[in-house]
Nanobody, 120 residues
Framework: QVQLVESGGGLVQPGGSLKLSCEASGSFKSINDMGWYRQAPGKERELVAVVADDGKLKKADFVKGRLTTSRDNAKNTVDVQIDRLKPEDTAVYYC??????????????WGQGTQVTVSS
């Protein structure tokens, strides 16, 4: 079983920055993709950014030019920092990890979500 612990949400003024951190723990062989999604009220969950275990990055257009990511495979962590936040960035942000267990089976784990509110 895998647990994803998220931190870093909160209230931020427009134009500010926010760093979200996620750490995976539990019993698993490896983590493949690991990253962040978000869901705004009344909208579907969408990709923010995902970092593969080889470092390749996939990110949404709405964060291009505003995003910094880091992943530490040894610590099973992934961080994202979003700059120049806008009110439309308000959402619940979820950590996501694609796990391979010791039997070779793949599974997907989600964090509980952390609220990010961008408002003055």
């Amino acid at each position: 079983q895998v647990q994803l612990v998220e931190s870093g949400g909160g209230l931020v003024q427009p134009g500010g920055s926010l760093k979200l951190s996620c750490e995976a723990s539990g019993s698993f062989k490896s983590i493949n993709d690991m990253g962040w999604y978000r869901q705004a009220p009344g909208k579907e969950r969408e990709l923010v950014a995902v970092v593969a275990d080889d470092g390749k990055l996939k990110k949404a257009d709405f964060v291009k030019g505003r995003l910094t990511t880091s992943r530490d495979n040894a610590k099973n962590t992934v961080d994202v920092q979003i700059d120049r936040l806008k009110p439309e960035d308000t959402a619940v942000y979820y950590c996501n990890a694609q796990i391979t267990d010791f039997s070779g089976r793949r599974d997907v784990a989600w964090g509980q979500g952390t609220q990010v509110t961008v408002s003055s």
